[in-house]
């Protein structure tokens, strides 16, 4: 199973809106609306930000919004706050119980 | 609070085996399944095992199949995972997680991580 394709860097100033896209094939991201996100600090853990492709769990700010079309996942952090500055993975079930990751997004805030 | 606190992870030889193992607490252990994924050094996450809340149910990646067993014993909330004939390149920190409420397609809390090293 190959990996999701993320972009390797996105960025974006305080206050702006930044989208990190999760391409996939319709075995994976287009077959199921099973897509989580993952925040992960350097040295740290990685955080569920998103699951079932536009769900949030509590305690996560409501600046992160999932959607999906087709074979494309989508991560909209809107109002860029310094504190989001991580990696960002995706993650898809692939069918005969499979999960598939994304290469990982690096967001920067400038 | 939900903690899972991973151990049993160090410098193996190629061909070697080691016993990682995930002492869970603050949740309902026995009514989550739970996974094991690896991230090697600077390189993105990769799912490796899942068991369900009873162990009736196994699946694992084709990179370790055959290779590893994951396993667990709800009597003292912990999650293992037997890795053998390891290569180098399963040099990873190794993390176990708990699915969520909806389903088990994800990944809902992590422990902090272990190393596992395979190097001569």
């Known amino acids: 199973q190959s990996a999701l394709t993320q972009p390797r860097s996105v960025s974006g100033s305080p206050g702006q809106s930044v989208t990190v896209s999760c391409t996939g094939t319709?075995?994976?991201?287009?077959?199921?609306?099973?897509v989580s996100w993952y925040q992960q600090h350097p040295g740290k853990a990685p955080k569920l930000m998103i699951y079932?492709?536009?769900k949030r769990p509590s305690g996560v700010p409501d600046r992160f919004s999932g959607s999906k079309s087709g074979n494309t996942a989508t991560l909209t952090i809107s109002g860029l706050q310094a504190e989001d500055e991580a990696d960002y993975y995706c993650?898809?079930?692939?069918?005969?119980?499979?999960?598939?990751f994304g290469g990982g997004t690096e967001v920067t805030v400038l | 609070q939900v903690q899972l606190v991973e151990s049993g992870g160090g410098v193996v030889q190629p061909g070697g085996s080691l016993r990682l193992s995930c002492t869970a607490s603050?949740?309902?252990?026995?009514?989550?399944?739970m996974h094991w994924v690896r991230q090697a050094p600077g390189k993105g996450l990769e799912w490796v095992a899942f068991?369900?809340?009873?162990?009736?149910?196994?699946y694992y990646a084709d990179s370790v199949k055959g290779r590893f067993t994951i396993s667990r014993d709800n009597s003292k909330n912990t999650l293992y995972l037997q890795m053998n004939s390891l290569r180098a390149e399963d040099t990873s920190v190794y993390y176990c997680?708990?699915?969520?409420?909806?389903?088990?397609?994800?990944?809902?809390?992590w422990g902090q991580g272990t190393l596992v090293t395979v190097s001569s």
């Open positions: 997680a708990h699915h969520g409420l909806t389903n088990e397609y994800y990944f809902d809390f």
């Open positions: 603050g949740f309902v252990f026995s009514s989550y399944g």
């Open positions: 068991i369900r809340y009873d162990g009736s149910i196994k």
């Open positions: 319709s075995t994976d991201v287009g077959g199921y609306n099973y």
């Open positions: 079932d492709v536009s």
């Open positions: 993650c898809s079930y692939a069918g005969s119980y499979t999960l598939v």
